[in-house]
């Protein structure tokens, strides 16, 4: 090529036989071909795709002929209905009876009049009133049936905790006042033979069927007869695993022995840092009430006397748990104790020193929000337990009374939406599980009466290891 010359354009080769108009057609034939060849696919995927949206839309906005609109919102759980045995009355208005008697106290010709005496485990004369009641709320979470074929569950209405306690104590030699001929032992004995008679107790071994034994002491010596029931506990503290546990039983709260309070949060009127009235000597993890006392008594902005359970003690008390910012919940002879109800209900901030306490409600109330909990290792510690208390801003402890009074009704008794409600939800909840071992129990081997069945939560692993809020 010469310097001047242009550089020519590419071109397409066609043969030397070809002419320019049969080149054209050619090239515009291929085009064609080519476009046809690229829409072909997409023209396909596009139609494929409308008609996927066409069938999706159909789908979710036209109901289905075979599932009915009414069918998508599942059906309620039906109530649980429970049956009340018709004890002899020697079991329930008898043992009030009993312990009035022993007392020289009046004792009234018709049942109505009878007043179950001052208690603190009272759970057992608030469920069996309810029950009794021919005014009981539509809402309540057990349905009375008075048909026991028609029941889900059967409840056992013996004032076990009473019964303890018919008996007054005297010095020795003292052989003054009513009769002592009642025998707690002997009444529950007699229950166990009555109940294991019955055609309802002896289809399920009892499973089915509810038992209050509040007292830490109750039913003591039958309690192996009847741990397959739901046991209706304040703890597991003189339990075995084999016994009780968080799986089949309820845990109940101790009666209140002091009035509630009606004022409003603040500090202003809570003039003392802590706050607590007891026997200071007790047995087993109780025992460290006395190197509680032995630490604190000398603290500043804090109370803490020994007190027994008399009138005088509980006017003191109210006066000071309704005036401290905290109130000390140690251990009793078991991890619970009456106290830490009756600083709930006064708005004082319990302190819990009881490394294995078991609470009530706890799918309900987060403890963490309403009370403190600190160790036992750390609490008998010098200076330990006030200083972490001096720690806390009004601030917070106005929050911690916000807390406790959204939540103070559940450990009322008396209240309408109050303990006995909560107490028969827990019990409703136990349905289910009472159900797959009744169901278990059909295609198990036969065991032995001494048999341990240990599909339960043992609570003895639980305590408490820090003080972290």
Same mark, same amino acid.
């Given at each position: 090529?010469?310097?001047?010359?242009?550089?020519?354009?590419?071109?397409?080769?066609?043969?030397?036989?070809?002419?320019?108009?049969?080149?054209?057609?050619?090239?515009?034939?291929?085009?064609?071909?080519? %476009? %046809?060849?690229?829409?072909?696919?997409?023209?396909?995927?596009?139609?494929?795709?409308?008609?996927?949206?066409?069938?999706?839309?159909?789908?979710? *906005?036209?109901?289905?002929?075979?599932?009915?609109?009414?069918?998508?919102?599942?059906?309620?759980?039906?109530?649980?209905?429970?049956?009340?045995?018709?004890?002899?009355?020697?079991?329930?208005?008898?043992?009030?009876?009993?312990?009035?008697?022993?007392?020289?106290?009046?004792?009234?010709?018709?049942?109505?009049?009878?007043?179950?005496?001052?208690?603190?485990?009272?759970?057992?004369?608030?469920?069996?009133?309810?029950?009794?009641?021919?005014?009981?709320?539509?809402?309540?979470?057990?349905?009375?049936?008075?048909?026991?074929?028609?029941?889900?569950?059967?409840?056992?209405?013996?004032?076990?905790?009473?019964?303890?306690?018919?008996?007054?104590?005297?010095?020795?030699?003292?052989?003054?006042?009513?009769?002592?001929?009642?025998?707690?032992?002997?009444?529950?004995?007699?229950?166990?033979?009555?109940?294991?008679?019955?055609?309802?107790?002896?289809?399920?071994?009892?499973?089915?069927?509810?038992?209050?034994?509040?007292?830490?002491?109750?039913?003591?010596?039958?309690?192996?007869?009847?741990?397959?029931?739901?046991?209706?506990?304040?703890?597991?503290?003189?339990?075995?695993?084999?016994?009780?546990?968080?799986?089949?039983?309820?845990?109940?709260?101790?009666?209140?022995?002091?009035?509630?309070?009606?004022?409003?949060?603040?500090?202003?009127?809570?003039?003392?840092?802590?706050?607590?009235?007891?026997?200071?000597? %007790?047995?087993?993890?109780?025992?460290?009430?006395?190197?509680?006392?032995?630490?604190?008594?000398?603290?500043?902005?804090?109370?803490?006397?020994?007190?027994?359970?008399?009138?005088?003690?509980?006017?003191?008390?109210?006066?000071?748990?309704?005036?401290?910012?905290?109130?000390?919940?140690?251990?009793?002879?078991?991890?619970?104790?009456?106290?830490?109800?009756?600083?709930?209900?006064?708005?004082?901030?319990?302190?819990?020193?009881?490394?294995?306490?078991?609470?009530?409600?706890?799918?309900?109330?987060?403890?963490?929000?309403?009370?403190?909990?600190?160790?036992?290792?750390?609490?008998?510690?010098?200076?330990?337990?006030?200083?972490?208390?001096?720690?806390?801003?009004?601030?917070?402890?106005?929050?911690?009374?916000?807390?406790?009074?959204?939540?103070?009704?559940?450990?009322?008794?008396?209240?309408?939406?109050?303990?006995?409600?909560?107490?028969?939800?827990?019990?409703?909840?136990?349905?289910?599980?009472?159900?797959?071992?009744?169901?278990?129990?059909?295609? *198990?081997?036969?065991?032995?009466?001494?048999?341990?069945?240990?599909?339960?939560?043992?609570?003895?692993?639980?305590?408490?290891?820090?003080?972290?809020?």
């Amino acid at each position: 090529m010469s310097d001047g010359a242009k550089p020519r354009k590419s071109k397409l080769c066609f043969s030397s036989s070809s002419s320019p108009s049969s080149s054209t057609l050619t090239l515009t034939l291929a085009l064609k071909m080519a %476009r %046809r060849f690229l829409l072909k696919p997409t023209l396909a995927t596009l139609l494929l795709l409308l008609f996927f949206l066409y069938v999706l839309a159909h789908t979710l *906005l036209s109901p289905s002929p075979s599932l009915p609109s009414s069918s998508i919102t599942l059906p309620l759980s039906p109530v649980p209905k429970i049956y009340l045995y018709d004890l002899p009355p020697k079991f329930t208005y008898g043992v009030v009876r009993s312990y009035l008697r022993a007392r020289d106290s009046p004792d009234p010709l018709d049942d109505a009049d009878l007043r179950y005496p001052g208690h603190q485990h009272s759970a057992e004369w608030w469920l069996f009133s309810d029950l009794f009641s021919d005014a009981r709320p539509a809402s309540s979470p057990l349905r009375r049936t008075l048909d026991p074929d028609d029941a889900d569950l059967f409840y056992v209405p013996f004032f076990s905790s009473l019964s303890l306690i018919v008996n007054p104590i005297r010095p020795p030699g003292d052989s003054a006042g009513g009769s002592t001929e009642y025998s707690d032992e002997g009444m529950q004995e007699e229950l166990v033979e009555w109940l294991e008679e019955q055609e309802y107790w002896k289809r399920n071994r009892g499973r089915d069927h509810v038992i209050v034994c509040q007292d830490p002491n109750a039913l003591y010596r039958v309690i192996d007869r009847v741990r397959n029931a739901v046991l209706l506990v304040s703890d597991f503290g003189r339990l075995q695993p084999y016994q009780a546990s968080l799986v089949k039983d309820v845990i109940l709260p101790y009666s209140h022995r002091i009035n509630s309070y009606k004022g409003e949060v603040g500090v202003e009127n809570r003039q003392s840092l802590l706050f607590f009235m007891g026997n200071r000597y %007790r047995k087993e993890g109780g025992k460290v009430r006395d190197t509680l006392f032995q630490i604190l008594e000398n603290e500043k902005d804090v109370i803490i006397k020994h007190g027994t359970q008399s009138r005088v003690s509980r006017r003191m008390a109210t006066k000071g748990m309704h005036s401290s910012k905290f109130c000390l919940h140690p251990a009793g002879d078991t991890p619970s104790a009456c106290r830490l109800f009756d600083a709930i209900v006064s708005l004082c901030i319990p302190v819990i020193v009881s490394d294995y306490v078991e609470l009530p409600f706890e799918d309900l109330i987060d403890y963490k929000k309403i009370a403190i909990f600190i160790d036992t290792n750390n609490a008998v510690k010098p200076s330990f337990l006030v200083s972490e208390l001096t720690k806390i801003s009004e601030e917070r402890i106005v929050q911690y009374q916000q807390e406790l009074k959204m939540v103070q009704h559940y450990f009322e008794y008396e209240h309408p939406n109050g303990t006995v409600n909560e107490i028969w939800r827990q019990v409703s909840s136990k349905v289910p599980q009472i159900k797959l071992m009744i169901n278990r129990d059909k295609r *198990l081997v036969q065991r032995g009466p001494d048999d341990h069945d240990c599909s339960c939560i043992c609570s003895k692993g639980n305590a408490t290891f820090s003080v972290k809020r």
